[in-house]
T-cell receptor, first 113, second 112 residues
Framework: KAGVTQTPRYLIKTRGQQVTLSCSPI?????VSWYQQTPGQGLQFLFE???????NKGNFPGRFSGRQFSNSRSEMNVSTLELGDSALYLC????????????FGPGTRLTVL | KNQVEQSPQSLIILEGKNCTLQ??????????LRWYKQDTGRGPVSLTI?????NTKSNGRYTATLDADTKQSSLHITASQLSDSASYIC???????????FGQGTTLQVKP
């Protein structure tokens, strides 16, 4: 099976812009979770989607949003980018969410200038 | 408050030596504990997953232990290799929401 794929791998934006990141889970997996990773904060949970519905949500402002399509592919959107949004954004897929093993993608490195 | 604490924050060892990383958690109710290895700039890769009833699990040179009574886990790396240089992250899952609580990780550097 192909692993989790994320696109793009690298992205440079300026403050105030918006960005959309994409994640394709492992075939057959219905849960996709998104994480932000920064050197100071470590991995922080953004949200989880399961069968096109948001099932869990972390403590991030409303500028961070996501969605999941019927084929389980997921997108994450960040609007009005801030310098502090520079991070590695990881998505992970699993068969049924955090209760089972999650498989991570390689991440999207976002730099906000 | 659900928390996962890892120690040490960073570690340098010589190639061929063994090392042990620690993870203490205060997550309740507990579902499972996972250890991940993350190479720089890449996504984490699962090493082991342990449920309440398991107290040891091995994956090659990696051996994880779990003491559910004291809420402690350790990851022991045997005969370290240069490729073991990475961050090791302890993650605990709650059984009610399935949410994952991440530790801050231990950065291991293996020197020749």
């Amino acid at each position: 099976k192909a692993g989790v794929t994320q696109t793009p791998r690298y992205l440079i934006k300026t403050r105030g812009q918006q960005v959309t990141l994409s994640c394709s889970p492992i075939s057959g997996h219905r849960s996709v979770s998104w994480y932000q990773q920064t050197p100071g904060q470590g991995l922080q949970f953004l949200f989880e989607y399961f069968s096109e519905t948001q099932r869990n949500k972390g403590n991030f402002p409303g500028r961070f949003s996501g969605r999941q399509f019927s084929n389980s592919r997921s997108e994450m959107n960040v609007s009005t980018l801030e310098l502090g949004d520079s991070a590695l954004y990881l998505c992970a897929s699993s068969d049924s969410g955090g209760r089972l093993e999650q498989f991570f993608g390689p991440g999207t490195r976002l730099t906000v200038l | 408050k659900n928390q996962v604490e890892q120690s040490p924050q960073s570690l340098i060892i010589l190639e061929g030596k063994n090392c042990t990383l620690q993870c203490n958690y205060t997550v309740s109710p507990f579902s499972n504990l996972r250890w991940y290895k993350q190479d720089t700039g890449r996504g984490p890769v699962s090493l082991t997953i342990m449920t309440f009833s398991e107290n040891t699990k091995s994956n090659g040179r990696y051996t994880a232990t779990l003491d559910a009574d004291t809420k402690q886990s350790s990851l022991h790396i045997t005969a370290s290799q240069l490729s073991d240089s990475a961050s090791y992250i302890c993650v605990v899952s709650t059984s009610n929401t399935g949410k994952l609580i991440f530790g801050q990780g231990t950065t291991l550097q293996v020197k020749p």
